[in-house]
Every structure is written in structure tokens, then in C-alpha cells.
């Protein structure tokens, strides 16, 4: 995995469908790994940033979570997965060195969309790093924020679920890829499933947060009427063609109206 130094441009790097970001290098595949797999099958390139490498977590060295996060992205078909190595417990939307690593990123892979943490979650980086990518974000489209490389703007940003949940804006059917989310949450051993006796009892290594995990995604989609899915939050009202739940007819022309003008 690639770590990018303060104020080195980014050189060389690929333009992307959609652009990741996660606090830790588990939070992706926990919120969304099916999505991500989803995305992937459709032929869109795909990139995950991990912020930290997770150096506070309870079980697990930085590299063995860097390596895990590797073989994750391998699973889930992402088009390359960076850690920026930012200090975990220590993300801040104030701290100029972090906005403008985010702010480039951002501008080297010109996503079309971006997905990073709901704001509110109950371990505090989680809603850090919302903040600071909000911030980021932001700054990345603004004209007179200047970087080696141009603005750049998403066409919207998405909020996916790590602890906490929410209504969902929408959720998105990740029937036929659920079972590369849970391969791809399989690869992080230190966190789910950690060796040796050494290893510390953290909410991860508890049957009962893949049931967290699970029962979320279940009971999405069950709403929706599929066997899996993954929610997001958007911050804007979604705009909608017209009222029937098929977009597959959006772009048919009007039918032109009977103004009763011929039984006159
Ligand atoms: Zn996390």
C-alpha cells in the first residue's frame, strides 16, 4: 500500500468512478464492502483511503492492518486502496496538514462520486473524520484553494453506517456481492479473529458485531424487498424523474395530450 508524504504531489494516478474514505482500515468493508464489491463488478474503478492505520486499536500492528486492507481490496475488486497514515485518535477538521492531504487525493482521482462515514457514530474518530472530510471536500472544489493539481468537485457525497445507523436516504441492493463483504471482512484476522493469547476481547472479536453488522444489512433490505443491502445518507433531497419507482422509462418522450379539441 502506498503512503503519500505531506505536500507530495501525487503524480501518475488514475481518474476515479468513486472514491472511498475510511477512519480505520476495517470501517470501509464494515459500512459498505458490498457496495464497494458492487461497483467494482460494474467495471468502475474504485479507490479506498484508509485516514489512519489504526495504530491505537487494541489488537494488530499498523502493517498487519496495512496488509490486511490490502488483501480486502484484492476481495472486493477495488481499483487501488491508500493509507494516508493520518494520526489515529487525532483527526481534526482544523488541522490544516490533514485538510490539504484529503484536498489532494481528491483532486489527483476526480471522483465522481464520493462515500465516507455517517457524522454521527459512537466512537469518536468515526465522526472526526466525517468533519475533516467534510471540510476537505469542500475545500478540494474551491477555485482559490491552490494544489498542483485542479479543483475538483463530486457530483455528491455519500454517508455509509459504521456503529450507528439511521434512516437511510436510500439503500442500494447488494444481494448477489454480500458474500465478498463478508470474505473481505474475513481478511482483517487482527481485528474479527485475533490469535495467540496476547490478543486483547474488543466489541470486533464478539460474534455479536458481525450481528450487528448483519442484522443491519438484513433489515435494510428486507425493507426493500431484496435479501441484502447497504445504507446511505445524502445530505440533499434525491431528485426523482417522476413518481414511478421504475427509472427505466425516464427519457420517453411526453405523449402529446387529447385536448378534446376533435370531439368539438
Ligand atoms: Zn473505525
Known amino acids: 500500500m502506498r503512503h503519500i508524504a ?26 459498505m464492502g458490498a457496495t464497494v464489491a458492487l461497483h467494482a463488478r460494474r467495471g468502475d474503478r474504485v479507490g479506498l483511503v484508509d485516514l489512519t492505520r489504526g495504530e491505537l486499536g487494541s489488537n494488530g500492528t499498523p502493517d498487519e492492518r496495512v496488509a490486511e486492507a490490502a488483501e480486502a481490496s484484492a476481495v472486493l475488486g477495488a481499483a487501488l486502496r491508500l493509507n494516508l497514515g493520518l494520526p489515529d485518535g487525532g483527526l481534526s477538521a482544523d488541522d490544516e496538514g490533514q485538510l490539504d492531504r484529503i484536498v489532494r487525493v481528491v483532486r489527483a ?48 457525497v455519500c454517508h455509509y453506517f459504521i456503529n450507528d445507523g439511521a434512516t437511510p436516504s436510500f439503500v442500494v441492493d447488494v444481494s448477489d456481492t454480500y458474500e465478498l463483504k463478508r470474505q473481505a471482512l474475513a481478511c482483517h484476522r487482527t481485528q474479527f479473529t485475533p490469535a495467540g493469547g496476547g490478543a486483547a476481547a474488543t466489541r470486533l472479536t464478539s460474534p455479536i458485531f458481525t450481528q450487528l453488522v448483519e442484522s443491519r444489512d438484513a433489515q435494510f433490505g428486507a425493507l426493500a424487498g431484496v435479501r441484502w443491502a447497504e445504507g446511505f445518507v445524502v445530505r440533499e433531497p434525491i431528485a426523482r424523474p417522476h413518481l414511478f419507482k421504475s427509472t427505466a422509462d425516464a427519457a420517453v418522450e411526453p405523449v402529446q395530450a387529447d385536448t378534446g379539441a376533435r370531439r368539438a
Do not use: K
Not at 501525487?10 to 464494515?30: C, K
Open 109 to 156: 482521482h476526480r471522483p465522481r462520486a464520493i462515500a465516507m462515514p455517517y457524522w454521527e457514530d459512537r466512537h469518536p474518530d468515526h465522526g472526526a473524520a466525517s468533519r475533516l472530510l467534510r471540510q476537505a471536500i469542500f475545500r478540494a472544489g474551491l477555485r482559490r484553494v491552490v494544489t498542483a493539481d485542479d479543483p475538483w468537485r463530486p457530483e455528491w
Open 6 to 31: 505531506a505536500g507530495q504531489r501525487i503524480i501518475g494516478v488514475m481518474p476515479l468512478d468513486l472514491l472511498v474514505f475510511g477512519p480505520h482500515p476495517d470501517d470501509i468493508e464494515i459500512g
